[in-house]
């Protein structure tokens, strides 16, 4: 499953124990990305105007001016201060902080093949403002909300919890975290399926990579896409074949 596909699920509209996938039809997702510096990010505090040379010569094509860049003092803190702004027709918002770079596009409805280059082009405008810029980790989390074909979510995920607690009332449902570590760069895959709280009788579905320092970032996409694909497809669930392109 490709970040495009995902897209276009939306538009319209396995583990070993299941042999035959059901169908996920998305209807609503989330992407969220953070990236952690390995040291602050001082221009932040000592030089914003570096940073503001950098986004402004890198991001106008994906949207960005000087009436677009926001300074936010939030709590009055410095690790709560942040330069954010919208992207890619208000999409995306990116928020720049002294301890990390966060991307979040609350409805993906974004083309990936804009997002990625926008994406680079804001580790490049950091780059400019410190020239020796490197993560400690990154992670990519992507929410996906929908409907089954065939059978309701309670049916579906009670395959991965054998037994509930007693004495607590009637169960209406059951939901399941799991966690798993990978070799380099893959630090920690967490995969989460549960009763969907944004669309009524689905299910939710939450995929979150976390990669260590080695991750290069023009390769942080495709990482991505690999967790995802391998993750909804060892929960036994497929996209339906007419929704891709």
């Given at each position: 499953m490709k970040l495009n596909e995902l897209r276009e699920a939306m538009a319209a509209g396995n583990s070993a124990e299941t042999p035959t996938p059901t169908e996920f039809h998305v209807e609503k997702s989330e992407l969220q990305a953070q990236l952690n510096f390995a040291s602050p990010f001082w221009p932040i505090a000592q030089n914003i105007s570096s940073l503001y040379s950098g986004l402004l010569n890198r991001m106008r094509e994906f949207g960005v001016s000087s009436h677009s860049i926001r300074p936010d003092a939030a709590d009055g803190s410095l690790g709560a201060f942040n330069v954010n702004f919208w992207m890619l027709q208000w999409g995306v918002i990116v928020r720049i902080r002294l301890d990390s770079v966060e991307f979040s596009a609350p409805n993906f409805a974004v083309d990936p093949d804009q997002l990625e280059p926008a994406f680079l082009a804001v580790d490049q405008s950091l780059r400019d403002a410190k020239p020796d810029l490197s993560y400690s980790n990154s992670a990519v989390t992507i929410v996906m909300h929908g409907r089954l074909s065939g059978t309701e979510p309670k049916q579906f995920?009670?395959?991965?919890?054998?037994?509930?607690?007693?004495?607590?009332?009637?169960?209406?449902?059951?939901?399941?975290?799991?966690?798993?570590?990978?070799?380099?760069?893959?630090?920690?895959?967490?995969?989460?399926?549960?009763?969907?709280?944004?669309?009524?009788?689905?299910?939710?579905?939450?995929?979150?990579?976390?990669?260590?320092?080695?991750?290069?970032?023009?390769?942080?996409?495709?990482?991505?896409?690999?967790?995802?694909?391998?993750?909804?497809k060892a929960l036994g669930l497929v996209l339906p074949a007419g929704t891709r392109k």
């Open positions: 995920l009670e395959r991965f919890v054998t037994h509930a607690p007693d004495g607590l009332g009637r169960l209406l449902g059951c939901g399941t975290v799991f966690y798993f570590e990978g070799p380099s760069p893959l630090a920690l895959l967490s995969v989460t399926a549960d009763l969907s709280s944004s669309v009524a009788g689905g299910l939710v579905v939450k995929v979150h990579t976390v990669f260590d320092e080695s991750m290069k970032m023009d390769a942080l996409r495709a990482m991505a896409e690999q967790q995802l694909e391998r993750s909804v």
